[in-house]
């Protein structure tokens, strides 16, 4: 026997919820087919369709949740333009401004020449901008603050300078890491500075005067701690000569 046609002019039976919809958070069945609206996500497909203007200011509060603001974050501006690298430079005694120093230094290598105890060496060419300026790696072997200073004697274009402090950094001690600082005899540092009364002893653990310290790194580089204890850091605002 044929079933009855359905009438289209009829209304629908109401949606209902079972208690696994409801638990599943599925309210949309509440919503009868004919009156669901479908949901179309656009997205943007070239930089172009992204608005990345500022946005316009509204007198009304942000909205927030809890004190978190809630309110869209405008997109990204992409810059294809890299941030200039910067270095941490240690370079020889008497040394003017760096960006004094990179636009008359010649990297013609005399300073190099002069050192007597091979301590000034070129920056590699990784180093960029810097690359074939006179630096000093104290891990590898540091300055000893010669008293004559024949590498600023050596240097025609004046980016050396005996006007100017001799000091090339600061030198700190890293106590966790320091033999002294645990219990054990080591005085190698205070030793071997070539500055005297700048690394003091007391009670077996020594202190570095930071504003005595020229940061040759000699206690850097004797420094027998299995993890070295001796923080050292360039110079970073050295003082320009007068043009």
């Keep these: 026997?044929?079933?009855?046609?359905?009438?289209?002019?009829?209304?629908?039976?109401?949606?209902?919820?079972?208690?696994?919809?409801l638990l599943q958070g599925r309210l949309w069945k509440l919503v009868r087919p004919s009156e669901r609206t479908p949901l179309v996500m656009r997205y943007p497909k070239t930089r172009e369709d992204v608005d990345g203007s500022d946005p316009v200011p509204s007198a009304k509060p942000p909205r927030s949740?809890?004190?978190?603001?809630?309110?869209?974050v405008r997109p990204t501006a992409f810059d294809t333009t890299a941030p200039p690298r910067s270095y941490p430079v240690f370079?020889?005694?008497?040394?003017?401004?760096?960006?004094?120093?990179?636009?008359?230094?010649?990297?013609?290598?005399?300073?190099?020449d002069a050192c007597p105890h091979d301590a000034i060496v070129k920056a590699p060419d990784?180093?960029?901008?810097?690359?074939?300026?006179?630096?000093?790696?104290?891990?590898?072997?540091?300055?000893?603050?010669c008293e004559d200073f024949p590498c600023i004697s050596a240097c025609e274009p004046g980016v050396l300078s005996r006007s100017l402090p001799k000091a090339i950094g600061t030198a700190r001690i890293t106590e966790h890491l320091c033999l002294a600082h645990h219990?054990?005899?080591?005085?190698?540092c205070s030793e071997?500075?070539?500055t005297a009364g700048v690394i003091r002893v007391s009670d077996g653990k020594p202190t570095i005067d930071e504003?005595?310290?020229?940061?040759?790194?000699?206690?850097?580089?004797?420094?027998?701690?299995?993890?070295?204890?001796?923080l050292l850091m360039p110079l970073f605002n050295r003082p320009s000569l007068p043009s």
């Design 1 to 21: 026997m044929p079933l009855p046609a359905a009438d289209d002019n009829q209304p629908s039976k109401k949606p209902t919820l079972n208690r696994r919809d």
């Design 65 to 72: 949740i809890g004190g978190i603001a809630i309110e869209p």
């Design 91 to 112: 370079r020889p005694p008497g040394a003017v401004a760096e960006s004094q120093f990179l636009a008359g230094c010649t990297r013609c290598g005399d300073c190099v």
């Design 126 to 145: 990784r180093t960029g901008a810097i690359a074939g300026t006179p630096t000093i790696n104290a891990d590898a072997n540091a300055c000893l603050m």
């Design 183 to 188: 219990s054990t005899t080591c005085t190698v």
């Design 192 to 194: 071997r500075c070539p």
């Design 211 to 230: 504003g005595a310290c020229t940061g040759c790194g000699v206690c850097r580089y004797v420094c027998p701690a299995p993890e070295n204890a001796i």
